[in-house]
């Protein structure tokens, strides 16, 4: 298994894989299959890696830094941290036929270590009735500080909770 930073030759895969993973969990939320490859390209990403076997990506995590985002606000309430301070760990995602063997884990962790190299504490907001990654997040001692209720275009209204990283991160090897 190979960790490595996403490069411009990596989009179809991670597109292809985030499709796969929109059918089975619908992740993300309230999104037509069309609106995947705009959500993956994300204008705000930082920084951005890949878990690739055999020549496939099967993982995905990015770092964004978006202006003026409410997640960011509702973090910075908590924490009292201004908001360049922190980084959301955005677009996490593993292949369906690699789950529960760590590796959401191990990449989770590598995005909150880079945002702590980066000099910022990593944050996040996730889908309220998403069980699999908040089991992960509290497993990992993320920390809920809040929660969004954010109207969308078409209807429905997305509810997120808002975690935050510990100061102190666990360092068990997986
Ligand atoms: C959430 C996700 C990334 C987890 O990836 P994964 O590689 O299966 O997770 P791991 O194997 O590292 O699991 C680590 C821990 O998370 C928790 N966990 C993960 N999946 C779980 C599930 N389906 N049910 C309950 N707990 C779960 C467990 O505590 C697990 O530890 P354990 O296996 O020792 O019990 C994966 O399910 C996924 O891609 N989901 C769809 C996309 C998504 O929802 N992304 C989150 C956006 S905010």
């Known amino acids: ?14 597109v292809d894989l985030l499709l796969r993973v929109h059918r089975q969990d619908n992740y993300p939320l309230h999104l037509a299959p069309h609106e995947v490859p705009g959500f993956l390209a994300g204008e705000h990403e930082t920084a951005a890696w890949v878990a690739e076997q055999d020549g496939r990506i099967v993982g995905h995590v990015a770092l964004h830094c978006p202006p ?11 924490t009292g941290l201004p908001t360049d301070a922190m980084a959301l760990v955005s677009r996490l995602f593993i292949a369906p036929d690699r789950r529960r063997s760590g590796l959401g884990r191990v990449l989770l962790r590598h995005a909150a270590g880079q945002a702590r190299a980066f000099g910022q504490r990593a944050v996040l907001d996730v889908g309220q009735a998403l069980a699999p990654p908040i089991a992960l997040y509290e497993s990992e001692g993320w920390n809920r500080v809040g929660e969004l209720h954010i109207p969308l275009d078409a209807g429905p209204v997305l509810d997120l909770w808002v975690y935050v990283s510990p100061e102190s991160p666990d360092l068990r090897m997986v």
Do not use: S, W
């Open 68 to 78: 003026d985002d409410p997640t960011l606000t509702v973090a910075g309430n908590a």
């Open 1 to 14: 298994m190979l960790i490595r930073a996403k490069t411009e030759a990596d989009t179809a895969g991670c």
